[in-house]
């Protein structure tokens, strides 16, 4: 007991001198570095909390989507010439307002923390009860698959509305091309070499967590994430490209989850239990096509997302 409270005081300490060291660090790219180490240490602190689903979910964000897009921000932010003319130091009296805000919300979120009846009221026994039925082990999966369907198929609606508005967003010229910036590959980059050597272990790992899912912590989610991640690498290290937005490929692989989703939702109203409703004997096969489905609509549109309008109309197909 005394050495896993240790651990947890070091993970404490740890965390909070990586968030100093990613805020005040002058570089950008030890900033970056900072950052991605402390979404790791997240998860690994999620992981001693017993959120293992949690865990994964924020080394894929944390450490995996955003880590990926600061690295190639920091990457190209080296690479322009600031003057120090044209940098603005925001002065004293906005750095103590900051810091003043952020030990507002801290305070705050800590009184709420304290506020929480001990013990919390949950569902957990409930869910549990009828998980036999849907032929799972994992209750995360069971409710954002069965219990809570309405909210993970919206979920998914939301994504693919946020990528449509994005796509509005580009000009009417440029409407059809290729999403981003073009990027330059450079021999030389660390970028490249993380680009070659992380997408195909990473690739086997998605595979297991969408497999595993089920039953272990894990799932689509997590899975689609990990694919996101690669493909952002792989065009920041210029070693590929976004393909353009008027392929009616990628098109389908975005709604193809809500699509599949909406479906089987549908085909439930043959059963007493309505839309979304799952029988008993076929209750994980259909949750495993699903999630199958779900994840590269979400590795999909998590990396469109991120590549922004369609800016160069010159490279349609």
Same mark, same amino acid.
């Given at each position: 007991?005394?050495?896993?409270?240790?651990?947890?005081?070091?993970?404490?300490?740890?965390?909070?001198?990586?968030? @100093?060291?990613?805020?005040?660090?002058?570089?950008?790219?030890?900033?970056?570095?900072?950052?991605?180490?402390?979404?790791?240490?997240?998860?690994?602190?999620?992981?001693?909390?017993?959120?293992?689903?949690?865990?994964?979910?924020?080394?894929?964000?944390?450490?995996?989507?955003?880590?990926?897009?600061?690295? &190639?921000?920091?990457?190209?932010?080296?690479?322009?010439?600031?003057?120090?003319?044209?940098? $603005? #130091?925001?002065?004293?009296?906005?750095?103590?307002?900051?810091? *003043?805000?952020?030990?507002?919300?801290?305070?705050?979120?800590?009184?709420?923390?304290?506020?929480?009846?001990?013990?919390?009221?949950?569902?957990?026994?409930?869910?549990?009860? /009828?998980?036999?039925?849907?032929?799972? %082990?994992?209750? !995360?999966?069971?409710?954002?698959?069965?219990? $809570?369907?309405?909210?993970?198929?919206?979920?998914?609606?939301?994504? =693919?509305?946020?990528? @449509?508005?994005?796509? @509005? *967003?580009?000009?009417?010229?440029?409407?059809? %091309?290729?999403?981003?910036?073009?990027?330059?590959?450079?021999?030389?980059?660390?970028?490249?070499?993380?680009? $070659?050597?992380?997408?195909?272990?990473?690739?086997?790992?998605?595979?297991?967590? *969408?497999?595993? &899912?089920?039953?272990?912590?894990?799932?689509?989610?997590?899975?689609?994430?990990?694919?996101?991640?690669?493909?952002? *690498?792989?065009?920041?290290?210029?070693?590929?490209?976004?393909?353009?937005? /008027?392929?009616?490929?990628?098109?389908?692989?975005?709604?193809? &989850?809500? =699509?599949?989703?909406?479906?089987? &939702?549908?085909? =439930?109203?043959?059963?007493?239990?309505?839309?979304? /409703?799952?029988?008993?004997?076929? @209750?994980?096969?259909?949750?495993?096509?699903?999630?199958?489905?779900?994840?590269?609509?979400?590795? !999909?549109?998590?990396?469109?997302? !991120?590549?922004?309008?369609?800016?160069?109309?010159? #490279?349609?197909?």
């Amino acid at each position: 007991m005394i050495v896993e409270t240790c651990l947890r005081v070091v993970l404490a300490v740890t965390l909070l001198g990586l968030a @100093a060291c990613a805020i005040l660090a002058r570089d950008a790219l030890a900033a970056v570095v900072a950052f991605v180490v402390f979404g790791l240490l997240v998860a690994v602190a999620w992981v001693a909390l017993g959120a293992v689903d949690v865990a994964l979910t924020e080394a894929a964000i944390g450490g995996g989507v955003t880590g990926a897009l600061l690295l &190639g921000a920091a990457r190209v932010e080296g690479r322009r010439k600031v003057t120090a003319a044209r940098r $603005r #130091d925001p002065g004293v009296a906005a750095k103590g307002l900051v810091a *003043l805000l952020c030990t507002l919300v801290s305070a705050a979120l800590a009184a709420a923390w304290f506020s929480l009846p001990d013990p919390a009221p949950s569902l957990a026994p409930q869910a549990v009860e /009828s998980m036999p039925r849907l032929g799972v %082990g994992n209750p !995360v999966t069971a409710v954002l698959i069965a219990y $809570r369907g309405w909210d993970t198929l919206l979920e998914k609606v939301v994504l =693919g509305l946020a990528l @449509a508005g994005i796509w @509005a *967003l580009g000009a009417d010229s440029r409407w059809g %091309g290729r999403p981003g910036f073009a990027q330059i590959r450079s021999a030389d980059d660390p970028l490249g070499l993380l680009a $070659r050597v992380l997408p195909p272990p990473a690739i086997i790992l998605a595979v297991y967590l *969408l497999w595993t &899912g089920a039953d272990h912590p894990g799932g689509a989610f997590q899975a689609g994430t990990i694919l996101a991640t690669m493909g952002i *690498l792989v065009v920041l290290a210029g070693l590929a490209d976004y393909p353009a937005v /008027s392929s009616r490929a990628l098109r389908v692989a975005a709604v193809a &989850g809500t =699509g599949v989703f909406v479906l089987t &939702g549908i085909a =439930g109203f043959a059963l007493p239990g309505g839309f979304l /409703s799952f029988p008993e004997p076929f @209750a994980k096969p259909v949750i495993v096509v699903v999630e199958v489905a779900l994840v590269f609509s979400i590795g !999909v549109t998590l990396c469109l997302l !991120v590549a922004g309008p369609p800016r160069r109309k010159e #490279d349609r197909p």
